[in-house]
């Protein structure tokens, strides 16, 4: 079973605010990363963290890496329309092998114009 | 190709039924991975490849559950005497890099068990 908690569940958000999400783990990773899904599609990376304390940007989206590397964050700034659709968390431990990926159950984002 | 292909998006089964999903990972990718995605949750990891050599299939719930990549490019989920429970859309992912990075999904297979 899954093995990070991802919150909040559900957003619903107007278009233009700001918005945060969440994940925490009981066990610790070397590699946190954030994708989008849409209906009918596979996920999308969106981004990649390597390092505890790490701050990363891609356009309005910054994510976290946390210094105790069990948890992170990611936040997307003046929202849009676009941005709808289900967003999963997922570590990796290098040590493990195969580099699975452990998600979480997403936060399901829902943004009114 | 330029995307990681899956085929085909929709299978409807019979209980009982064996079924087969295809990937055609990103060329060249050497790693690929199947996962599992049941409705209103995360991807959870069935298998890995590296080249034609599975090196980790802990994650198959069954032994209905047999994964193949004979060439060390397509890869084959097959899934034998389909049950209810493993409705679900079934997603493929490739890689050219190591441990530590993010890979490609396709676009899945939903298959539903009736």
């Known amino acids: 079973g899954q093995q990070l908690n991802q919150s909040p569940q559900s957003m619903f958000i107007q278009e233009g605010e700001d918005v945060s999400m969440n994940c925490t783990s009981s066990?610790?990773?070397?590699?946190w990363l954030w994708y989008k899904q849409e209906p009918g599609e596979g996920p999308v990376l969106l981004i990649a963290?390597?390092?505890?304390?790490e701050l990363t940007s891609n356009g309005r989206l910054t994510a976290q890496f946390g210094i105790t590397r069990k948890d992170s964050f990611l936040n997307i700034s003046a929202s849009i329309p676009s941005d709808v659709g289900i967003y999963f968390c997922a570590g990796q431990r290098r040590e493990t092998s195969g580099s699975r990926l452990t998600f979480g159950e997403g936060t399901q984002l829902t943004v009114n114009p | 190709g330029a995307g990681v292909s899956q085929s085909p998006r929709y299978k409807v089964a019979k209980r009982g039924q064996d079924v087969a999903l295809r990937c055609d990972p990103i060329?060249?990718?050497?790693?690929l991975f199947w996962y599992q995605q049941a409705l209103g949750q995360g991807p959870e990891f069935l298998t890995y490849f590296q080249n034609e050599a599975q090196l980790d299939k802990s994650g198959l719930p069954s032994d209905r559950f047999f994964a193949e990549r004979p060439e060390g490019s397509v890869s084959t989920l097959k899934i034998q005497r389909t049950q209810q429970e493993d409705s679900a859309v079934y997603l493929c992912?490739?890689?050219?890099?190591?441990?530590?990075?993010?890979?490609?999904f396709g676009s899945g297979t939903r298959l539903t068990v009736v």
């Open positions: 992912a490739s890689s050219d890099r190591g441990v530590g990075y993010g890979y490609t």
């Open positions: 963290l390597y390092k505890a304390g």
């Open positions: 066990s610790i990773f070397n590699t």
């Open positions: 060329s060249g990718h050497v790693s």
